[in-house]
């Protein structure tokens, strides 16, 4: 088992080289093994996968993956960490770190540069700042990723994985859904960390779709749809796709009546299936304009 899990190594790393936790980065770093063993578990890391971290820290996790992944790619935006990293893990040789924004990397390329693994799967210990940022990145480019399994606020877990009807139900539930399958695989308290963050955990495992579940004649059309559906909760779906798509009124109603919804209907009360039915419906709409 990896060693820095240990809350003991993980405060002689920080006093030895007397790092500063930076607030705007979400530095908060696990000292639970237990919970690494159910990262580690239901990310199913083999020799067989090239894994990419992002924000690892001071390697905690980064040095249990090395343990069982065929590759690690850690990437890190601290260049504070960066000394840290290199010498935490200085013995490993199966991976690599690069200092950089996550969203700004070329993932692409960086694949290209692993070509032998033909499973990649992201497992990582998010910064809550920016993980609907990071997670919509990567699942909109359309990486060859078998999975994802990420720790998150608990807040965003549950958003990700809400059933229509529900208070957390949400445009990230359906992008979420419409690129993966997530399961929430564990809750996590916050003395599992150093510094301790103010909220709860959850690490949320997605497992990506080979296809999408439904079908949709433009993608791009469907999260607009999606997005204007939940700009403002309260309006009916007529009144927030009539703001903004600018589309008549009385077009909307008779198109959604065609397809059996009532004229009160809210986007809150809709799923993947049927927000892919209107958006088709209002791309034939703006093809009539």
């Not at 690690?72 to 950089?100: Q, R």
């Not at 009160?264 to 927000?275: I, P, W």
């Not at 034939?284 to 304009?289: G, P, R, W």
Request: aromatic share 8%; proline share 5%.
């Amino acid at each position: 088992m990896a060693k820095l899990v240990d809350s003991k190594e993980t405060i002689a790393v920080l006093q030895k080289t007397n790092f500063q936790f930076k607030k705007q980065f979400g530095q908060n770093f696990l000292i639970d093994s237990s919970v690494l063993e159910h990262i580690l578990s239901f990310s199913e890391i083999n020799k067989n996968d090239l894994v990419i971290e992002i924000g690892p820290g001071i390697g905690t996790l980064t040095e249990a993956l090395c343990e069982r992944a065929g590759f690690v790619v850690a990437i890190e935006i601290d260049d504070k960490l960066i000394p840290i990293l290199e010498e935490t893990l200085s013995s490993k040789d199966n991976f690599k770190l690069i200092h950089g924004d996550a969203l700004k990397v070329d993932y692409l390329s960086l694949l290209a540069e692993h070509k032998e693994f033909s499973s990649i799967k992201v497992v990582a210990n998010l910064p809550y700042y920016i993980t609907t940022p990071i997670l919509m990145d990567l699942l909109e480019k359309r990486l060859p990723l078998k999975s994802i399994t990420v720790m998150v606020q608990k807040e965003v877990a549950l958003r990700m994985k809400a059933a229509p009807g529900t208070k957390d139900y949400g445009a990230l539930t359906l992008a979420v859904q419409y690129y993966s399958n997530p399961a929430i695989v564990q809750e996590v308290p916050p003395h599992c960390f150093i510094p301790r963050p103010n909220v709860s955990s959850a690490v949320i495992h997605l497992s990506l779709h080979e296809k999408t579940p439904v079908s949709v004649q433009n993608p791009a059309l469907l999260f607009k749809t999606i997005k204007f559906s939940f700009m403002q909760r309260r309006k009916t779906l007529v009144n927030a796709l009539s703001s903004g798509f600018h589309i008549e009124k009385k077009d909307l109603q008779a198109m959604l009546g065609s397809l059996s919804y009532p004229e009160n209907v809210r986007g809150e009360t809709l799923s993947l299936a049927d927000f892919a039915l209107i958006a088709d419906g209002i791309e034939e709409l703006q093809k009539k304009s």
